[in-house]
């Protein structure tokens, strides 16, 4: 398979625990996207990178959140101290030219 | 960012014609228009993009007037496979490049038997 692969599919964890989701985008794509979806409701942007560097982060990506991509292949998206509104699908997509974007599965979380 | 508004949902028999409109009076010169689908469970797929007039491939086709303020997604002959969400993003070009898209909260399409 050499589509967007996101690990791991669901993540179940107790509120104030830290998480740790991984993307590998397909090869060769410099772009590299990371959305949160809610039930009901379309991605929302978190952060984008091109290649190693992260060019844009959305007001929606607070402090606990980080994300890198070391060598600019895969990313992790990490979520310190969870919270229960941090409960959602974390979509990650990667694309080479500026227009089309392909996502992966996802990473269900579900903080209790 | 361009706003997009379209129907929340929309019900069709198999067999049918479905053409879903979306509205984006804001739309920006370098902005080109993009539609994706998503099933349950899934990342969206993309389906279709365009910048003016028509586009077709062998899924759908895209309809766009000349001042761009609106386009049509048309899907001939749904099948119950097709029930899904569909978006119609706008999307920006920033400078340096890139482009970050705007997801609204999409149309559900439900294919009916």
């Known amino acids: 398979d050499t589509g967007v692969s996101q690990n791991p599919r669901h993540k179940i964890t107790k509120r104030g625990q830290n998480v740790t989701f991984r993307c590998d985008p397909i090869s060769e794509h410099n772009r590299l996207y990371w959305y949160r979806q809610t039930l009901g409701q379309g991605p929302e942007f978190l952060t984008y990178?091109?290649?190693?560097?992260?060019?844009?982060k959305s007001r929606l990506l607070s402090d606990r959140f980080s994300a890198e991509r070391p060598k600019g292949s895969f990313s992790t998206l990490e979520i310190q101290r969870t919270e229960q509104g941090d409960s959602a699908m974390y979509l990650c997509?990667?694309?080479?030219?500026?227009?089309?974007?392909?996502f992966g599965a996802g990473t269900r979380l579900s903080v209790l | 960012l361009a706003k997009t508004t379209q129907p929340i949902s929309m019900d069709s028999y198999e067999g049918q014609e479905v053409n879903i409109t979306c509205s984006h009076n804001n739309i920006a010169t370098n902005d080109y228009i993009t539609w994706y689908q998503q099933f349950p469970s899934q990342g969206p797929r993309f389906i279709i993009q365009g910048y003016k007039t028509k586009v077709t491939n062998e899924v759908a086709s895209l309809f766009i007037p000349a001042d761009r303020k609106s386009s049509t997604l048309s899907l001939p002959r749904v099948s119950l496979s097709d029930t899904a969400v569909y978006y119609c993003?706008?999307?920006?070009?920033?400078?340096?490049?890139?482009?970050?898209?705007?997801f609204g909260t999409g149309t559900k399409l439900q294919v009916i038997p």
């Open positions: 990178f091109q290649n190693e560097a992260q060019l844009e």
């Open positions: 993003l706008v999307g920006d070009v920033i400078s340096g490049g890139y482009q970050k898209v705007t």
């Open positions: 997509a990667s694309s080479l030219t500026e227009n089309i974007q392909y």
